[in-house]
């Protein structure tokens, strides 16, 4: 999504657009740092983490955003696999098939679609229900707050050469 740069500001506010174009350039930027890591950075320890490798916090990300996208599409949902993907490229290739449903239905959701509540079962918190905005927010912060998680074990491993993570670096947003 890169065409929200020109969008005209019509109301104060991130819209799900600009922070999906914020997250896809992150998500970019990672994949590329991964590649040039190699897979032994996916194995970094997470510590005592229900995800307790970097690789299977990624793979979480990745599925709950994909789950929630088929969720709001009204599609099967996809179950975890036991093992997540321990090479990079099918790993992201589980993000690119989430977020192709999740920028689909942000882009042909009806105004009137945004406050309908759904309930689903999750993993860990049982079953919610909430609004499909709700679900939307919900999918996107839920990856920037691991991405954060992500990147400090990282650092902590000795792999400091990142980029600054912060919107204001970002060129996702005019």
Do not use: C
């Amino acid at each position: 999504m890169t065409d929200t740069a020109a969008a005209p500001v019509t109301a104060l506010g991130l819209s799900f657009r600009e922070l999906m174009a914020y997250t896809d350039e992150e998500t970019r930027r990672w994949e590329a740092w991964f590649r040039d890591a190699g897979p032994a950075a996916l194995q970094v320890s997470m510590g005592e983490a229900k995800w307790s490798t970097v690789g299977g916090l990624i793979y979480h990300v990745f599925m709950v955003e994909r789950r929630y996208a088929e969720r709001l599409l009204g599609e099967s949902v996809t179950p975890y696999a036991d093992q997540p993907p321990a090479e990079v490229d099918e790993l992201f290739a589980v993000h690119r098939e989430g977020r192709s449903r999740l920028e689909r239905y942000v882009a042909n959701a009806r105004p009137e679609e945004w406050g309908e509540v759904i309930t689903f079962e999750t993993i860990s918190a049982g079953t919610l229900s909430a609004s499909k905005r709700k679900v939307v927010a919900h999918a996107l912060m839920h990856g920037v707050r691991h991405w954060a998680q992500i990147a400090t074990a990282l650092r902590q491993a000795g792999h400091g050469e990142q980029w600054m993570h912060d919107v204001l670096m970002s060129s996702a947003l005019g």
